[in-house]
Structures are given as structure tokens and as C-alpha cells.
């Protein structure tokens, strides 16, 4: 498959990067995921908007205007025949001499690609997926979507040793997220879930199921989610890009709710469907 490199489309086999790159020796890079259904991007607006502000927050120079990263996306989606894809990007700060602060000079490295979307299948969404947990040791940054991944890396691992698809974390006894995916907590029909902050990264999903939530009328609410509510819930979701929606049914081993997919899941999988559709009639 073609990918993008610094303005060019070559194969992946030949896309290569300096060792000096800054996201190689410092994990310096910002990036994003954008999932495409029936060769649309979904919510590109939103992703293109969180892309602007994970470079402000590390400042790097948007290499890119609005229409430029839309024209880019769209060449990506052209590189591959799948109707559904995920299109990756990433922004780091480019290739210098090994030194912490900033180079004087560097010219950001900008990277894409476009890979077949395998949906979330039929058994992770009607049976719900097992999760552990573990204290958040993630920096204080967690709003940039930085390719500084290490504590991420470490809390997705520690769910594969466990048989686990996520790892739920907690930040001084109070609900984070998943190493890559929010968290979503029932308790009597109401849909809770962390605030937005510094300590969580705000999921494109996260918004999208905001709105769902409000369309149907479900009872929302955004606080502080202590880890002895998370144990209690009727109902655990996790959300990202790739995951879409999905029911957490077990918790370091202990059923959640009643073990099974609940009702606030089902209702949002099946606006989140609608939603999906729609995109492909547009
Ligand atoms: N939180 C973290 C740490 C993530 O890596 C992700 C993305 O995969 C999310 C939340 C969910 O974000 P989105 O819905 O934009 O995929």
C-alpha cells in the first residue's frame, strides 16, 4: 500500500524516517485516527479540530491549513480499496540533533496512512468484553494526543497478560479512562462519565456519544467517578475510534451489572448504527 511522507506517496515498504527524527528519540509527535465508513470519513471535523490542538499544546506549526488535511485524507482513503478504513496521521518535530529543547530549524515530519477497518465483530458487541484495571501512571497531559505512548503501551499489555481487550484506569481512586478508549459508567439509567480535563484524552466519541445520549433523552452526567461507582455500575462502555462502542461486562474478573450487554449500551450501539448509515447515504 502507498502511504504519505513529507508531501510524497510512496509504498510503505520504502517510507522511511531518520533516526534523528525527534518522534523516534523523544516520542515529540502529535497524531490522530480517523475512522472511515463506506469511504467517508466520520466526524473529519472534529478529528481535524483535535489535530489543531495537540499541535498548539506542543507547538508545532500546523503543517496544514482545514482544506489541506481534508485534500490529504482524501488521498489517503484513495490508497486503498477497502470501503471502511482507519486513516492514521502523525505530526512530529521533525529531524535534529539529539537535544531536549526545541531545534531552531527542524521541519515538522508528517506521516499517513490508510488501513483496512475491521468493525469491532458480532461478539465483542453482543457479549461484551472483559477489563481490568490499574492505577493511572500516565503523565498530567492526557489531552494531547501525543505518540508519547509509553504508560498507554504498559496499560493496554497488562489487559492482554490478563485476557482482557482494556485496561481501566484510576487516578487517585477516581475514574480515568482505558489505555486507548474512554470509559462510560450506568448506574440507575444515567449515563456518567469522567469531565473533560487534563487527565483524560477528549475522544472524538466521547462528544458523539454526549450527543447520542442527549437525542435519546438518556440522563447524562460529567464528574468525578469514584472506583468504588465503577465496581457498583449497572453498566461499563468503553468508546474510541476502532472500538466504536463497546459493553465492559466484567471488571478484574467480577461481572458488571448483570453480566451481560445493558439497555443504555444497546440503545447508544444502535444510534451509533443509524449514524454509521447515514454517513454512507450522504
Ligand atoms: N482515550 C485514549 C487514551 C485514546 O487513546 C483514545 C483513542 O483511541 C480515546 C480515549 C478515544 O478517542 P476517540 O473516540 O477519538 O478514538
Known sequence: PQVYLNGEFTPLSQAKVS???????????????????????????????????SLEAVRIANPHDQAGWED????????????DQIVYLQVTRGVARRDHAFPADAVPTVFGMATPFAWPGAELREQGVRAVSMPD???????IKSTSLLGNVLARQFAVDRDAVE???????????????NVWVVKNGVLVAPERNHLILEGIRY?????????RGIPLEMRKIAQA???????LMLSSATKEILPIVSLDGKPVGAGRPGPVYAQLRQSYDEAIAALARR
Request: proline letters at 4%.
Open 72 to 83: 490529504l485524507v482524501g488521498k489517503l482513503i484513495a490508497t486503498s480499496d477497502a470501503p
Open 229 to 235: 461507582e465503577v465496581e457498583a455500575a449497572d453498566e
Open 19 to 53: 533516526v534523528l527524527d525527534r518522534g523516534f528519540i523523544f516520542g515529540d509527535g502529535i497524531y490522530e485516527v480517523v475512522p472511515v465508513y463506506g469511504r467517508k470519513p466520520f466526524r473529519m471535523g472534529h478529528h481535524l479540530a483535535r489535530l489543531r490542538r
Open 167 to 181: 485496561t481501566v484506569m484510576f487516578r487517585d481512586g477516581f475514574l480515568s479512562e482505558g489505555s486507548s478508549s
Open 207 to 215: 462528544g458523539f456519544i454526549q450527543e447520542m445520549a442527549a437525542a
Open 137 to 143: 501512571e500516565r503523565w498530567l497531559h492526557c489531552e
